[in-house]
């Protein structure tokens, strides 16, 4: 993979780069460890409410032995009227090596890579654009499922409009050489889609598929007047994964959802730990791609030596 201190948007990364990626969390997941070559810092900053993604970065750094330093943007200057590159700029001065951030705003990382900012940079989510780290892990657990992804029939079914897991994941899956196809609301499906796979009902869908991957409703990024128009039952009974449709599901085929699940309305509740789900392992990859994600930026910055991941090449992955 090409040396960079940033990594925030799967646009980065070819077919290479993902094996990679997949390969280490593998490698970590089989209990690689690792020592650093000074104490490094780490501070995870969240313009946004996160369960997964926050735990997962921090127990990632703490595993690979980074120190975390804390953040809350309710107590920190940001509150203040501080921009978020003047927020960088002061934790790089005390010593913060890598940034964690998820922010609202749509590429709110461009302006603080163009300043060059020599302290690393991971995009923990931006608004409704990349969700970088959760593509990946995505295509762990796909990749531990099947072996491959060449020919995998996939659907992403749901808030199409508001999600950035949609926008990685099909970036990469198309990639990759999946079949990637789109249900839910159509009112959701637009042209940035279109480009990646066909719309069809779900009803169509879910006797062919290998994965169906199901999106929550991102009330808070919807206009007041369609969550107040919103009827939970309503959408679960026309776009939702119901357990009826997953009962026509292929044999082999499994169930992901990127959390929170809303249940009841995306996904039945019964379906969230059934067999066919692979939720709560998507979690634990989680933890184990972004080791794999923070561990290449260290290399970058000299705090870990690239022969520790070498190790890498003598594990067996199959």
Known sequence: MQATNYLVSVDQFNNQDVMHFIHLAQAFKQGLTVTLKRPAFAMNLFFENSTRTHTSFEMAERRLGMQ???FDPKTSSVTKGESLLDTLKTIQAIGVDLAVIRHPHDNYYQPLIDAQLPMSLINAGDGSGQHPSQSLLDMLTIYEEFGHFDGLKIAIVGDLQHSRVA??????????????????PEAWFNDDFAAYGTYRP???????????????????RLPQAKNADFDAQAYHQQYGLTVERAAKMP???????PAPVNRGVELASDLVEAPQSRIFQQMTNGMYIRMAMVAHVLVQRGLLDSHQLEEIKNVNFN
């Open 167 to 184: 926008r990685s994941n099909m970036t990469l899956l198309t990639q990759l050489g999946a079949e990637v196809y789109f249900s839910g």
């Open 202 to 220: 779900i009803d169509e869908l879910v006797g062919e598929m290998d994965v169906m991957m199901l999106l929550r409703v991102q009330h808070e």
């Open 251 to 257: 044999k082999q085929a499994i169930i992901m959802h």
């Open 68 to 70: 975390v330093i804390p």
